[in-house]
T-cell receptor, first 111, second 112 residues
Framework: RKEVEQDPGPFNVPEGATVAFNCTYSNSASQSFFWYRQDCRKEPKLLMS???SGNEDGRFTAQLNRASQYISLLIRDSKLSDSATYLCVVSLSGSARQLTFGSGTQLTVLP | DAGITQSPRHKVTETGTPVTLRCHQTENHRYMYWYRQDPGHGLRLIHYSYGVKDTDKGEVSDGYSVSRSKTEDFLLTLESATSSQTSVYFCAISGILQETQYFGPGTRLLVL
């Protein structure tokens, strides 16, 4: 079983739609959680951290459910520019050696 | 954008040849990392550095070595390239918060 699992998609949604991605992690001792975004043939970029209480950044909302060991990302009012692969990242501690990247969920926003 | 460059950006080589990839940063960050990214896998850590001449192995370090003689440069060497090392290689940097990483543009390596 992979340590961090994501539905690879692709998710194809129309502009303006709301879309949600889930990610599950296997190690209950995981402490920190993040979403990164990766455009096609580009480098990953940090989108947002995920806090226990949930957090929002504009159209993006991240939620953490420790009991069920899953993380979610909600994108409201999708834009064409949101088309990318979204990587779920989980950390056991602050060390990069214990940072695990999911293989990503691909999103395409259609005009 | 963080000042990270990688060279070369693309390389085709033959099995058995040595290959060195370079990562250069202008941010004066302490931590530097090398990852590989393959279809169906997340980014996997190869090696990382926590200071000049201080390096450690990651999850998939076999067949790779690294060196860091200056803060700004982190080199990844494939001593004898194999086809299984065909991949996209990303360098990353971070400050004290190792989980918050900034990635370079990547190097696409094809080993024939």
């Amino acid at each position: 079983r992979k340590e961090v699992e994501q539905d690879p998609g692709p998710f194809n949604v129309p502009e303006g739609a709301t879309v949600a991605f889930n990610c599950t992690y296997s190690n209950s001792a995981s402490q920190s959680f993040f979403w990164y975004r990766q455009d096609c043939r580009k480098e990953p970029k940090l989108l947002m951290s995920v806090y226990s209480s949930g957090n929002e950044d504009g159209r993006f909302t991240a939620q953490l459910n420790r009991a069920s060991q899953y993380i979610s990302l909600l994108i409201r009012d999708s834009k064409l520019s949101d088309s990318a692969t979204y990587l779920c990242v989980v950390s056991l501690s602050g060390s990069a050696r214990q940072l695990t990247f999911g293989s990503g969920t691909q999103l395409t926003v259609l005009p | 954008d963080a000042g990270i460059t990688q060279s070369p950006r693309h390389k085709v080589t033959e099995t058995g040849t040595p290959v060195t990839l370079r990562c250069h940063q202008t941010e004066n960050h302490r931590y530097m990392y090398w990852y590989r990214q393959d279809p169906g896998h997340g980014l996997r850590l190869i090696h990382y550095s926590y200071g000049v001449k201080d390096t450690d192995k990651g999850e998939v370090s076999d067949g790779y070595s690294v060196s860091r003689s200056k803060t700004e440069d982190f080199l990844l060497t494939l001593e004898s390239a194999t086809s299984s090392q065909t991949s996209v290689y990303f360098c990353a940097i971070s400050g004290i918060l190792q989980e918050t990483q900034y990635f370079g543009p990547g190097t696409r390596l094809l080993v024939l």
